[in-house]
T-cell receptor
Framework: DQQVKQNSPSLSVQEGRISILNCDYTNSMFDYFLWYKKYPAEGPTFLISISSIKDKNEDGRFTVFLNKSAKHLSLHIVPSQPGDSAVYFCAASASDTGRRALTFGSGTRLQVQP | GAVVSQHPSRVICKSGTSVKIECRSLDFQATTMFWYRQFPKQSLMLMATSNEGSKATYEQGVEKDKFLINHASLTLSTLTVTSAHPEDSSFYIC????????????FGPGTRLLVL
């Protein structure tokens, strides 16, 4: 039973346009969400996060939106650059358990075309 | 950012043998490390939480006698896949926790295990 789902395995966008990556979750105990970027042969690297008390967090070209009622979050990258091409993982954690272990989605491969 | 290494990066072994994977935090001390497993086109699945000086906490469905975890120091955790079988072939990734926030979890590059 996947508690964090990324239903789009891949996404292709043109350089300069917006990339929108989506993530859904089912566990209502999740209260902290993160996005990671992963290049081949490397581990995931942290990109941006959002707490459940917020609905938006912005960091440069990256913005994460959280819709708690829909149990949905999205990552917006604008403008997209060829160097953004990677696999993006959505992850969630439940702080009430005191655990920092993460539950990951299956990832979305983003390709930004020059 | 913090650096976490894994060794080996790739390993091929025969069925029935045991394989040890090392995870090291190179520039910080980590009281907690995590081991994940990733099957092709699937998500990273948490296998266990490794705490320095104490027993690891395994996720439901993960056999603790098959996947032995040792966290003997603040910079090293090891995962030993005992009596490996072809179905254990996977990508194993560790992470080390630096600080108390979820985003301060730093990941190693992963180890590709192929059991013949």
């Amino acid at each position: 039973d996947q508690q964090v789902k990324q239903n789009s395995p891949s996404l292709s966008v043109q350089e300069g346009r917006i990339s929108i990556l989506n993530c859904d979750y089912t566990n209502s105990m999740f209260d902290y969400f993160l996005w990671y970027k992963k290049y081949p042969a490397e581990g995931p690297t942290f990109l941006i996060s959002i707490s459940s008390i917020k609905d938006k967090n912005e960091d440069g070209r990256f913005t994460v939106f959280l819709n708690k009622s829909a149990k949905h979050l999205s990552l917006h990258i604008v403008p997209s650059q060829p160097g953004d091409s990677a696999v993006y993982f959505c992850a969630a954690s439940a702080s009430d358990t005191g655990r920092r272990a993460l539950t990951f989605g299956s990832g979305t491969r983003l390709q930004v075309q020059p | 950012g913090a650096v976490v290494s894994q060794h080996p990066s790739r390993v091929i072994c025969k069925s029935g043998t045991s394989v040890k994977i090392e995870c090291r935090s190179l520039d910080f001390q980590a009281t907690t490390m995590f081991w994940y497993r990733q099957f092709p086109k699937q998500s990273l699945m948490l296998m266990a939480t490794s705490n320095e000086g104490s027993k690891a906490t395994y996720e439901q469905g993960v056999e603790k006698d098959k996947f032995l975890i040792n966290h003997a120091s603040l910079t090293l955790s090891t995962l030993t896949v005992t009596s490996a079988h072809p179905e254990d072939s996977s990508f194993y990734i560790c992470s080390a926790q630096r600080g108390g926030r979820a985003e301060t979890q730093y990941f190693g590059p992963g180890t590709r295990l192929l059991v013949l």
